[in-house]
Protein backbone atom coordinates (compact mmCIF):
# COMPACT_ATOMS: atom_id res chain seq x y z
CA UNK A 1 0.00 0.00 0.00
CA UNK A 2 2.58 2.83 1.09
CA UNK A 3 4.65 1.54 -2.70
CA UNK A 4 1.38 2.55 -4.37
CA UNK A 5 0.69 5.94 -2.40
CA UNK A 6 4.75 6.49 -2.79
CA UNK A 7 4.33 6.18 -6.61
CA UNK A 8 1.06 8.19 -6.55
CA UNK A 9 3.07 10.99 -4.63
CA UNK A 10 5.96 11.27 -7.33
CA UNK A 11 3.45 11.23 -10.52
CA UNK A 12 1.37 13.91 -9.06
CA UNK A 13 4.37 16.06 -7.79
CA UNK A 14 6.61 15.47 -10.57
CA UNK A 15 4.88 18.27 -13.12
CA UNK A 16 5.76 20.76 -10.92
CA UNK A 17 8.73 19.81 -9.07
CA UNK A 18 10.98 18.59 -12.06
CA UNK A 19 10.83 20.29 -15.58
CA UNK A 20 7.94 19.25 -17.14
CA UNK A 21 7.15 17.24 -19.99
CA UNK A 22 4.94 17.10 -22.67
CA UNK A 23 2.60 14.19 -23.42
CA UNK A 24 2.83 11.34 -25.93
CA UNK A 25 0.45 8.98 -28.19
CA UNK A 26 0.66 5.44 -29.52
CA UNK A 27 -1.77 6.57 -32.61
CA UNK A 28 0.87 9.68 -33.06
CA UNK A 29 0.33 8.90 -36.97
CA UNK A 30 -3.36 9.67 -36.36
CA UNK A 31 -2.86 12.82 -34.93
CA UNK A 32 -1.04 15.31 -37.72
CA UNK A 33 -0.76 18.39 -36.16
CA UNK A 34 0.19 17.69 -32.86
CA UNK A 35 2.70 15.51 -34.63
CA UNK A 36 3.91 18.14 -36.77
CA UNK A 37 2.77 22.00 -37.69
CA UNK A 38 4.36 21.52 -40.72
CA UNK A 39 1.08 19.32 -41.69
CA UNK A 40 -1.64 22.17 -40.97
CA UNK A 41 -4.36 21.99 -43.75
CA UNK A 42 -2.05 19.34 -46.09
CA UNK A 43 -4.75 16.77 -46.30
CA UNK A 44 -6.20 15.31 -49.14
CA UNK A 45 -9.67 17.30 -48.94
CA UNK A 46 -9.35 20.73 -47.87
CA UNK A 47 -10.89 20.27 -44.03
CA UNK A 48 -10.03 17.67 -41.45
CA UNK A 49 -10.99 17.04 -38.05
CA UNK A 50 -8.84 14.79 -35.51
CA UNK A 51 -10.29 13.71 -32.36
CA UNK A 52 -8.00 11.48 -29.79
CA UNK A 53 -8.43 9.88 -26.08
CA UNK A 54 -5.44 8.44 -24.10
CA UNK A 55 -6.26 6.62 -20.95
CA UNK A 56 -3.09 5.33 -19.09
CA UNK A 57 -2.50 3.76 -15.68
CA UNK A 58 -6.08 3.13 -14.70
CA UNK A 59 -5.16 0.32 -12.56
CA UNK A 60 -2.97 2.87 -9.90
CA UNK A 61 -5.11 5.50 -7.50
CA UNK A 62 -3.12 8.01 -10.24
CA UNK A 63 -4.77 7.82 -13.73
CA UNK A 64 -4.09 10.29 -16.77
CA UNK A 65 -6.41 10.86 -19.19
CA UNK A 66 -5.40 13.07 -22.44
CA UNK A 67 -7.89 14.41 -24.98
CA UNK A 68 -6.88 16.39 -28.24
CA UNK A 69 -9.33 17.77 -30.76
CA UNK A 70 -7.97 19.82 -33.62
CA UNK A 71 -9.39 21.08 -36.99
CA UNK A 72 -7.10 22.28 -40.18
CA UNK A 73 -7.94 23.43 -43.48
CA UNK A 74 -6.44 24.31 -46.98
CA UNK A 75 -6.82 27.79 -47.19
CA UNK A 76 -4.79 28.81 -50.11
CA UNK A 77 -3.58 26.60 -53.25
CA UNK A 78 -2.13 27.76 -56.37
CA UNK A 79 -2.09 24.57 -58.25
CA UNK A 80 -0.20 26.42 -61.34
CA UNK A 81 2.88 27.61 -59.31
CA UNK A 82 2.39 24.50 -56.72
CA UNK A 83 1.91 26.59 -53.08
CA UNK A 84 0.01 25.50 -50.90
CA UNK A 85 -1.35 27.44 -47.61
CA UNK A 86 -3.15 25.73 -44.09
CA UNK A 87 -4.45 27.09 -41.32
CA UNK A 88 -5.38 24.78 -38.05
CA UNK A 89 -6.65 24.96 -34.36
CA UNK A 90 -5.98 22.35 -31.56
CA UNK A 91 -7.34 21.95 -28.22
CA UNK A 92 -5.57 19.90 -25.85
CA UNK A 93 -7.44 18.44 -22.26
CA UNK A 94 -5.30 16.77 -19.69
CA UNK A 95 -6.55 15.28 -16.20
CA UNK A 96 -4.22 13.45 -13.16
CA UNK A 97 -6.42 11.37 -10.93
CA UNK A 98 -9.41 12.80 -9.87
CA UNK A 99 -8.54 16.12 -10.95
CA UNK A 100 -5.97 17.18 -8.86
CA UNK A 101 -3.84 18.37 -11.72
CA UNK A 102 -5.54 19.36 -15.13
CA UNK A 103 -3.98 21.15 -18.03
CA UNK A 104 -6.17 23.08 -20.47
CA UNK A 105 -3.87 23.78 -24.21
CA UNK A 106 -5.22 25.80 -27.08
CA UNK A 107 -3.28 26.42 -29.66
CA UNK A 108 -3.28 27.76 -32.94
CA UNK A 109 -0.83 26.76 -36.34
CA UNK A 110 0.26 27.53 -39.84
CA UNK A 111 1.73 25.25 -42.72
CA UNK A 112 3.00 26.35 -46.04
CA UNK A 113 4.32 24.34 -49.26
CA UNK A 114 5.68 23.99 -52.40
CA UNK A 115 4.97 20.85 -54.65
CA UNK A 116 8.06 20.20 -57.23
CA UNK A 117 8.39 17.63 -60.18
CA UNK A 118 4.87 17.38 -61.08
CA UNK A 119 3.51 17.24 -57.39
CA UNK A 120 5.81 13.84 -56.81
CA UNK A 121 7.31 15.82 -53.96
CA UNK A 122 6.29 18.14 -51.23
CA UNK A 123 8.22 20.39 -48.73
CA UNK A 124 5.92 21.72 -45.92
CA UNK A 125 7.29 24.36 -43.16
CA UNK A 126 5.03 24.99 -39.94
CA UNK A 127 4.33 27.08 -36.84
CA UNK A 128 2.23 26.43 -33.64
CA UNK A 129 1.59 28.70 -30.81
CA UNK A 130 -0.22 27.88 -27.69
CA UNK A 131 -1.38 29.13 -24.61
CA UNK A 132 -0.96 26.40 -21.33
CA UNK A 133 -2.52 27.04 -18.50
CA UNK A 134 -2.50 24.48 -15.75
CA UNK A 135 -4.47 24.15 -12.70
CA UNK A 136 -3.85 22.10 -9.29
CA UNK A 137 -6.19 20.80 -6.46
CA UNK A 138 -3.92 20.73 -3.39
CA UNK A 139 -7.07 19.49 -1.03
CA UNK A 140 -6.14 16.23 -3.44
CA UNK A 141 -2.94 16.02 -2.09
CA UNK A 142 -0.65 14.96 0.36
CA UNK A 143 2.77 15.46 1.71
CA UNK A 144 5.02 14.05 4.30
CA UNK A 145 4.29 17.31 6.51
CA UNK A 146 0.72 15.58 6.76
CA UNK A 147 2.08 12.37 7.82
CA UNK A 148 1.81 12.40 12.24
CA UNK A 149 4.34 9.11 12.31
CA UNK A 150 1.93 6.67 12.16
CA UNK A 151 -1.39 7.68 10.30
CA UNK A 152 -2.20 10.06 7.77
CA UNK A 153 -3.57 13.46 8.98
CA UNK A 154 -5.05 15.99 6.34
CA UNK A 155 -5.81 19.04 9.18
CA UNK A 156 -2.10 19.40 9.59
CA UNK A 157 -0.02 21.72 7.25
CA UNK A 158 1.14 20.40 4.60
CA UNK A 159 4.76 23.23 5.26
CA UNK A 160 4.59 24.30 1.47
CA UNK A 161 4.80 27.66 0.53
CA UNK A 162 2.27 27.67 -2.31
CA UNK A 163 2.53 30.46 -4.72
CA UNK A 164 -1.26 29.41 -6.03
CA UNK A 165 -3.40 26.82 -8.11
CA UNK A 166 -3.20 28.30 -11.67
CA UNK A 167 -0.26 28.91 -13.78
CA UNK A 168 0.21 29.16 -17.30
CA UNK A 169 2.92 29.68 -20.02
CA UNK A 170 3.18 30.25 -24.37
CA UNK A 171 4.43 28.04 -26.09
CA UNK A 172 6.37 28.16 -29.49
CA UNK A 173 6.90 25.33 -31.70
CA UNK A 174 8.12 24.91 -35.51
CA UNK A 175 8.32 21.81 -37.94
CA UNK A 176 9.39 20.55 -41.35
CA UNK A 177 7.99 18.17 -43.72
CA UNK A 178 9.31 15.98 -46.90
CA UNK A 179 6.48 14.39 -49.02
CA UNK A 180 7.64 12.13 -51.95
CA UNK A 181 5.98 9.73 -54.42
CA UNK A 182 7.34 6.38 -54.59
CA UNK A 183 6.96 5.91 -58.29
CA UNK A 184 3.61 3.69 -58.25
CA UNK A 185 3.94 1.79 -54.62
CA UNK A 186 2.87 4.62 -52.24
CA UNK A 187 5.22 7.64 -50.82
CA UNK A 188 6.95 8.01 -47.77
CA UNK A 189 7.40 11.15 -45.45
CA UNK A 190 10.56 12.66 -43.29
CA UNK A 191 9.86 15.12 -40.80
CA UNK A 192 11.28 17.07 -37.87
CA UNK A 193 9.04 19.02 -35.75
CA UNK A 194 10.22 21.19 -31.94
CA UNK A 195 8.11 22.35 -29.42
CA UNK A 196 8.27 24.57 -26.18
CA UNK A 197 11.03 26.14 -27.94
CA UNK A 198 11.27 29.39 -25.32
CA UNK A 199 11.41 26.58 -22.32
CA UNK A 200 8.64 28.33 -20.75
CA UNK A 201 8.50 28.55 -16.75
CA UNK A 202 5.86 28.24 -14.38
CA UNK A 203 5.47 27.47 -10.85
CA UNK A 204 2.93 26.53 -8.08
CA UNK A 205 5.66 26.22 -4.73
CA UNK A 206 7.88 28.85 -4.15
CA UNK A 207 11.03 28.29 -4.84
CA UNK A 208 10.62 25.41 -7.23
CA UNK A 209 10.17 26.81 -10.72
CA UNK A 210 9.46 24.43 -13.49
CA UNK A 211 10.63 24.31 -16.78
CA UNK A 212 8.77 22.83 -19.87
CA UNK A 213 12.30 21.77 -21.88
CA UNK A 214 12.41 22.07 -25.40
CA UNK A 215 10.55 18.54 -26.90
CA UNK A 216 12.41 17.48 -30.14
CA UNK A 217 11.14 15.56 -32.57
CA UNK A 218 12.04 13.32 -35.69
CA UNK A 219 10.44 10.94 -37.84
CA UNK A 220 9.87 8.94 -41.05
CA UNK A 221 6.72 6.58 -42.02
CA UNK A 222 5.48 5.72 -45.38
CA UNK A 223 2.65 4.14 -47.47
CA UNK A 224 3.33 1.05 -49.26
CA UNK A 225 1.28 -0.86 -51.83
CA UNK A 226 1.87 -5.05 -51.60
CA UNK A 227 1.51 -4.99 -55.71
CA UNK A 228 -1.57 -5.34 -57.36
CA UNK A 229 -3.04 -6.97 -53.89
CA UNK A 230 -5.81 -5.58 -51.78
CA UNK A 231 -2.63 -5.50 -48.75
CA UNK A 232 -0.56 -2.70 -48.13
CA UNK A 233 2.31 -1.73 -45.86
CA UNK A 234 2.62 1.19 -43.47
CA UNK A 235 6.05 1.39 -41.18
CA UNK A 236 6.77 4.91 -38.62
CA UNK A 237 9.41 4.90 -36.54
CA UNK A 238 9.07 8.13 -34.32
CA UNK A 239 11.89 9.59 -31.72
CA UNK A 240 11.18 12.22 -29.06
CA UNK A 241 14.07 13.92 -26.73
CA UNK A 242 12.93 15.92 -24.21
CA UNK A 243 14.73 16.65 -20.83
CA UNK A 244 17.06 14.09 -21.27
CA UNK A 245 14.49 11.51 -21.56
CA UNK A 246 14.09 9.48 -24.96
CA UNK A 247 11.83 7.85 -26.44
CA UNK A 248 11.62 5.42 -29.57
CA UNK A 249 7.84 4.52 -31.26
CA UNK A 250 8.22 1.81 -34.07
CA UNK A 251 4.97 1.36 -35.70
CA UNK A 252 4.23 -2.27 -38.16
CA UNK A 253 0.90 -1.49 -39.38
CA UNK A 254 -0.61 -3.82 -42.41
CA UNK A 255 -3.81 -2.82 -44.05
CA UNK A 256 -6.15 -5.27 -46.45
CA UNK A 257 -9.17 -3.36 -48.31
CA UNK A 258 -12.39 -4.86 -47.94
CA UNK A 259 -15.21 -5.70 -50.57
CA UNK A 260 -15.44 -5.35 -54.59
CA UNK A 261 -16.03 -0.97 -53.85
CA UNK A 262 -12.26 -1.16 -52.04
CA UNK A 263 -13.98 1.58 -50.24
CA UNK A 264 -12.84 -0.04 -46.49
CA UNK A 265 -9.65 -1.02 -45.19
CA UNK A 266 -8.78 -3.39 -42.18
CA UNK A 267 -5.51 -1.90 -40.22
CA UNK A 268 -4.14 -3.79 -37.66
CA UNK A 269 -0.56 -4.48 -36.88
CA UNK A 270 2.03 -4.37 -33.50
CA UNK A 271 4.46 -1.62 -32.47
CA UNK A 272 6.51 -1.06 -30.05
CA UNK A 273 8.00 1.77 -27.72
CA UNK A 274 11.73 0.84 -26.98
CA UNK A 275 11.75 -0.15 -23.24
CA UNK A 276 8.15 1.30 -21.89
CA UNK A 277 5.60 -0.61 -23.65
CA UNK A 278 4.34 -3.04 -26.52
CA UNK A 279 1.70 -2.00 -28.82
CA UNK A 280 -1.32 -3.68 -30.35
CA UNK A 281 -2.93 -1.17 -32.94
CA UNK A 282 -6.63 -2.17 -34.89
CA UNK A 283 -8.11 0.21 -37.29
CA UNK A 284 -10.81 1.21 -40.07
CA UNK A 285 -10.85 3.51 -42.70
CA UNK A 286 -13.57 3.96 -44.67
CA UNK A 287 -13.66 6.15 -47.14
CA UNK A 288 -12.55 9.38 -45.35
CA UNK A 289 -12.73 8.34 -42.49
CA UNK A 290 -10.25 6.54 -40.20
CA UNK A 291 -11.29 5.08 -36.69
CA UNK A 292 -8.23 3.55 -34.42
CA UNK A 293 -7.76 2.07 -31.33
CA UNK A 294 -4.24 0.83 -29.82
CA UNK A 295 -4.06 -0.83 -26.72
CA UNK A 296 -0.08 -0.69 -24.46
CA UNK A 297 1.37 -3.57 -22.71
CA UNK A 298 3.41 -2.10 -20.08
CA UNK A 299 7.16 -3.66 -20.35
CA UNK A 300 8.81 -1.20 -17.70
CA UNK A 301 9.71 -1.21 -14.35
CA UNK A 302 6.09 0.45 -13.91
CA UNK A 303 4.59 -3.06 -15.01
CA UNK A 304 4.17 -3.94 -11.43
CA UNK A 305 1.91 -1.60 -10.38
CA UNK A 306 -0.14 -1.64 -13.54
CA UNK A 307 -0.06 -5.22 -13.78
CA UNK A 308 1.03 -4.44 -17.69
CA UNK A 309 -1.99 -2.49 -18.74
CA UNK A 310 -0.63 0.77 -19.56
CA UNK A 311 -3.23 2.34 -21.66
CA UNK A 312 -5.62 2.73 -24.23
CA UNK A 313 -6.46 5.10 -27.14
CA UNK A 314 -9.24 6.12 -29.05
CA UNK A 315 -8.55 8.57 -32.52
CA UNK A 316 -11.19 9.82 -34.91
CA UNK A 317 -9.77 11.62 -38.14
CA UNK A 318 -11.97 12.97 -40.62
CA UNK A 319 -11.86 14.41 -44.03
CA UNK A 320 -14.26 16.67 -46.40
CA UNK A 321 -14.81 19.45 -49.03
CA UNK A 322 -17.62 20.75 -51.05
CA UNK A 323 -16.79 19.30 -54.55
CA UNK A 324 -16.91 22.11 -57.02
CA UNK A 325 -19.58 21.05 -59.92
CA UNK A 326 -18.20 21.95 -63.13
CA UNK A 327 -19.39 24.18 -65.52
CA UNK A 328 -22.03 23.18 -67.90
CA UNK A 329 -20.56 22.77 -71.55
CA UNK A 330 -21.87 25.81 -73.72
CA UNK A 331 -22.80 23.78 -76.35
CA UNK A 332 -25.64 24.65 -78.85
CA UNK A 333 -27.21 21.23 -80.69
CA UNK A 334 -26.19 21.90 -84.43
CA UNK A 335 -29.46 23.61 -86.55
CA UNK A 336 -30.96 21.16 -89.04
CA UNK A 337 -31.92 22.87 -92.17
CA UNK A 338 -35.03 21.48 -94.07
CA UNK A 339 -33.81 20.68 -97.73
CA UNK A 340 -34.99 23.02 -100.03
CA UNK A 341 -37.97 22.61 -102.17
CA UNK A 342 -36.44 22.06 -105.98
CA UNK A 343 -38.74 23.18 -108.60
CA UNK A 344 -39.33 20.73 -110.98
CA UNK A 345 -36.82 20.99 -113.60
CA UNK A 346 -38.32 21.26 -117.68
CA UNK A 347 -37.71 18.72 -119.38
CA UNK A 348 -38.81 17.96 -123.37
CA UNK A 349 -40.89 15.65 -123.51
CA UNK A 350 -42.71 13.35 -126.31
CA UNK A 351 -46.07 14.92 -126.71
CA UNK A 352 -48.41 11.33 -127.26
CA UNK A 353 -51.68 11.22 -126.24
CA UNK A 354 -51.28 9.64 -122.91
CA UNK A 355 -50.19 10.74 -120.84
CA UNK A 356 -50.84 14.16 -121.27
CA UNK A 357 -48.94 15.16 -117.61
CA UNK A 358 -45.05 13.57 -117.05
CA UNK A 359 -44.49 14.14 -113.23
CA UNK A 360 -40.73 14.96 -111.87
CA UNK A 361 -39.27 13.40 -109.18
CA UNK A 362 -36.73 16.06 -107.01
CA UNK A 363 -33.43 15.07 -106.87
CA UNK A 364 -31.90 13.97 -103.46
CA UNK A 365 -28.99 16.19 -102.65
CA UNK A 366 -26.58 13.59 -101.20
CA UNK A 367 -23.99 16.18 -99.81
CA UNK A 368 -26.43 17.88 -97.92
CA UNK A 369 -27.79 14.51 -96.08
CA UNK A 370 -24.62 13.23 -95.64
CA UNK A 371 -23.47 16.91 -93.81
CA UNK A 372 -26.71 16.30 -91.11
CA UNK A 373 -25.71 12.47 -90.71
CA UNK A 374 -22.13 13.58 -89.67
CA UNK A 375 -23.55 16.47 -87.33
CA UNK A 376 -25.67 14.07 -85.95
CA UNK A 377 -23.54 11.41 -85.35
CA UNK A 378 -22.15 11.30 -81.62
CA UNK A 379 -18.88 12.34 -80.51
CA UNK A 380 -15.98 9.90 -81.18
CA UNK A 381 -14.30 8.81 -77.90
CA UNK A 382 -10.76 7.68 -78.24
CA UNK A 383 -8.42 6.89 -74.82
CA UNK A 384 -5.35 6.87 -72.93
CA UNK A 385 -3.08 4.85 -70.76
CA UNK A 386 -2.86 6.89 -67.26
CA UNK A 387 -0.96 10.23 -67.53
CA UNK A 388 0.07 9.91 -71.02
CA UNK A 389 1.13 11.13 -73.48
CA UNK A 390 4.34 12.57 -72.08
CA UNK A 391 3.67 11.37 -68.55
CA UNK A 392 5.57 13.74 -65.70
CA UNK A 393 5.73 16.53 -67.72
CA UNK A 394 3.37 20.23 -67.67
CA UNK A 395 3.66 20.60 -71.48
CA UNK A 396 0.90 21.75 -73.36
CA UNK A 397 2.15 20.09 -76.86
CA UNK A 398 3.65 16.67 -77.65
CA UNK A 399 4.74 15.24 -80.70
CA UNK A 400 3.18 12.01 -80.50
CA UNK A 401 0.33 10.95 -82.74
CA UNK A 402 -2.56 9.15 -81.18
CA UNK A 403 -2.61 6.08 -83.57
CA UNK A 404 1.07 5.28 -81.30
CA UNK A 405 -0.50 6.00 -77.93
CA UNK A 406 -3.77 3.65 -79.21
CA UNK A 407 -1.20 0.60 -80.44
CA UNK A 408 0.95 0.39 -77.04
CA UNK A 409 -2.77 1.02 -74.84
CA UNK A 410 -4.43 -1.89 -76.40
CA UNK A 411 -1.41 -4.52 -76.50
CA UNK A 412 -1.41 -2.97 -72.13
CA UNK A 413 -5.12 -2.64 -71.64
CA UNK A 414 -5.33 -6.27 -68.90
CA UNK A 415 -2.44 -4.72 -67.14
CA UNK A 416 -3.56 -1.17 -67.47
CA UNK A 417 -6.94 -1.71 -66.45
CA UNK A 418 -7.46 -4.63 -63.87
CA UNK A 419 -11.45 -4.79 -64.02
CA UNK A 420 -11.86 -7.17 -66.63
CA UNK A 421 -14.89 -5.37 -68.38
CA UNK A 422 -15.82 -6.74 -71.55
CA UNK A 423 -17.54 -4.08 -72.70
CA UNK A 424 -15.23 -1.32 -71.81
CA UNK A 425 -12.47 -2.95 -73.61
CA UNK A 426 -14.63 -3.80 -76.57
CA UNK A 427 -15.58 0.22 -76.75
CA UNK A 428 -11.45 0.91 -76.27
CA UNK A 429 -10.43 -1.38 -79.27
CA UNK A 430 -13.59 -0.37 -81.52
CA UNK A 431 -12.26 3.50 -81.34
CA UNK A 432 -10.18 3.36 -84.61
CA UNK A 433 -12.95 2.10 -86.52
CA UNK A 434 -15.04 5.00 -85.71
CA UNK A 435 -12.92 7.64 -85.94
CA UNK A 436 -12.07 5.87 -89.51
CA UNK A 437 -15.28 6.13 -90.72
CA UNK A 438 -15.61 9.62 -89.35
CA UNK A 439 -13.02 10.87 -90.98
CA UNK A 440 -13.77 9.59 -94.09
CA UNK A 441 -17.09 11.28 -93.99
CA UNK A 442 -15.56 14.66 -93.26
CA UNK A 443 -13.18 14.26 -95.99
CA UNK A 444 -16.15 13.48 -98.38
CA UNK A 445 -17.52 16.78 -97.19
CA UNK A 446 -14.20 18.44 -97.96
CA UNK A 447 -13.89 17.48 -101.65
CA UNK A 448 -17.69 18.98 -102.07
CA UNK A 449 -16.29 22.31 -100.65
CA UNK A 450 -18.47 22.06 -97.73
CA UNK A 451 -16.32 23.72 -94.60
CA UNK A 452 -16.06 21.62 -91.07
CA UNK A 453 -15.95 22.61 -87.68
CA UNK A 454 -15.20 20.33 -85.31
CA UNK A 455 -14.30 19.65 -81.33
CA UNK A 456 -11.15 18.02 -79.64
CA UNK A 457 -12.56 17.57 -76.08
CA UNK A 458 -9.36 16.63 -73.92
CA UNK A 459 -10.35 14.94 -70.32
CA UNK A 460 -8.55 13.30 -67.42
CA UNK A 461 -8.95 11.16 -64.39
CA UNK A 462 -8.91 13.07 -60.81
CA UNK A 463 -5.33 12.11 -59.70
CA UNK A 464 -3.31 14.80 -60.23
CA UNK A 465 -3.89 18.60 -59.51
CA UNK A 466 -6.59 20.18 -61.76
CA UNK A 467 -3.53 22.29 -63.51
CA UNK A 468 -1.83 19.42 -64.22
CA UNK A 469 -4.53 17.56 -65.42
CA UNK A 470 -5.49 20.62 -67.60
CA UNK A 471 -1.82 20.21 -69.50
CA UNK A 472 -2.48 16.44 -69.63
CA UNK A 473 -5.61 16.97 -71.65
CA UNK A 474 -3.89 19.23 -73.90
CA UNK A 475 -1.24 16.88 -74.70
CA UNK A 476 -4.16 14.50 -75.26
CA UNK A 477 -5.69 16.85 -78.19
CA UNK A 478 -2.91 17.51 -79.57
CA UNK A 479 -1.49 14.13 -79.81
CA UNK A 480 -4.94 13.38 -81.77
CA UNK A 481 -4.47 16.48 -83.96
CA UNK A 482 -1.30 14.83 -84.64
CA UNK A 483 -2.66 11.92 -86.26
CA UNK A 484 -5.36 13.95 -88.33
CA UNK A 485 -2.58 15.38 -90.08
CA UNK A 486 -1.09 12.41 -91.34
CA UNK A 487 -3.92 10.70 -92.00
CA UNK A 488 -4.77 9.05 -94.88
CA UNK A 489 -0.68 10.45 -96.14
CA UNK A 490 -1.76 13.79 -95.63
CA UNK A 491 -5.43 13.91 -96.92
CA UNK A 492 -6.96 16.14 -94.68
CA UNK A 493 -3.75 18.58 -93.98
CA UNK A 494 -4.54 21.11 -96.68
CA UNK A 495 -7.78 21.71 -95.78
CA UNK A 496 -6.89 22.13 -92.16
CA UNK A 497 -4.28 24.82 -93.46
CA UNK A 498 -6.61 26.43 -95.93
CA UNK A 499 -9.13 26.65 -92.45
CA UNK A 500 -11.84 24.77 -94.30
CA UNK A 501 -11.13 22.06 -91.62
CA UNK A 502 -11.33 23.79 -88.38
CA UNK A 503 -10.47 21.83 -84.85
CA UNK A 504 -11.36 23.49 -81.71
CA UNK A 505 -9.46 22.13 -78.52
CA UNK A 506 -11.09 22.30 -75.44
CA UNK A 507 -9.32 21.04 -72.18
CA UNK A 508 -11.60 20.24 -68.99
CA UNK A 509 -8.96 18.31 -66.99
CA UNK A 510 -10.65 16.66 -64.63
CA UNK A 511 -13.84 19.07 -64.20
CA UNK A 512 -16.58 16.32 -65.71
CA UNK A 513 -15.12 13.09 -63.86
CA UNK A 514 -17.63 11.64 -61.71
CA UNK A 515 -17.71 12.56 -57.89
CA UNK A 516 -17.15 9.03 -56.89
CA UNK A 517 -14.08 7.87 -58.63
CA UNK A 518 -10.87 8.16 -56.32
CA UNK A 519 -8.04 10.99 -56.69
CA UNK A 520 -6.24 8.82 -54.20
CA UNK A 521 -3.05 7.86 -55.49
CA UNK A 522 -2.18 5.98 -52.77
CA UNK A 523 -5.61 3.73 -53.73
CA UNK A 524 -4.13 2.73 -57.53
CA UNK A 525 -6.79 -0.09 -57.62
CA UNK A 526 -9.68 3.06 -57.64
CA UNK A 527 -7.49 5.79 -59.00
CA UNK A 528 -5.81 4.35 -61.84
CA UNK A 529 -6.62 0.52 -62.56
CA UNK A 530 -10.28 0.50 -62.36
CA UNK A 531 -12.35 1.14 -65.32
CA UNK A 532 -14.11 4.43 -63.90
CA UNK A 533 -11.17 6.31 -63.72
CA UNK A 534 -9.75 4.85 -67.27
CA UNK A 535 -12.72 6.02 -68.91
CA UNK A 536 -12.29 9.34 -67.72
CA UNK A 537 -8.89 9.26 -69.82
CA UNK A 538 -10.36 10.49 -73.24
CA UNK A 539 -10.39 12.50 -75.78
CA UNK A 540 -13.82 13.17 -77.85
CA UNK A 541 -13.94 13.96 -81.59
CA UNK A 542 -17.08 15.71 -82.53
CA UNK A 543 -18.24 17.80 -85.62
CA UNK A 544 -20.55 20.51 -85.01
CA UNK A 545 -21.08 22.38 -87.87
CA UNK A 546 -21.16 22.01 -91.77
CA UNK A 547 -21.91 24.68 -94.28
Known amino acids: MNKILTIAFCLLTAPFLVKGQDFHWSLIHLNPTYLNPANTGFAKKKNRVTGIYRDQWRSIPVPYSTTNISYDRNVFHNEESGWRLGLGAQLLFDKAGDGALTTFRPAV ?14 IQLGINGAYARKQIDFSKLTFNAQFDGVNYNPELSNGEDIVG ?3 GYFDLGLGLNFNSQLKKIGDIDLG ?3 FNLTSPKYNFLSGSEATVAPRMLAYTKANIDLGASAWSFHPGVYYQYQNKAQETLL ?50 DLK ?13 NYEWERKKKP ?6 PPVIEEPKKEEPEVVDTIVVPEPEFVVEVPKVNIVDSLADAVRLRAAVELFYANDQPNPRTRDTTTIVSYDETYKNYVQELD ?75 GALLPYMEKGQLNLDQKAYGAAQAADEISS ?28
Open 109 to 122: SAAIGKYFNANKQL
Open 165 to 167: DKA
Open 192 to 194: FSS
Open 251 to 300: QTIFGVKLGESKNTQLQFGPGYRIGDAVVGYVGLNWKDLKVGFAFDGNVS
Open 304 to 316: TATAGRGAYELAL
Open 327 to 332: EPELFE
Open 415 to 489: KLVNDNDAKFSSKVKSANTQLELLLEDVYSLLKENKSVVAEVRGFASPLASSSYNVNLTKRRAVALINYLKKWNN
Open 520 to 547: DPKDKQKSIYSTDAAYERRVELKVIEVK
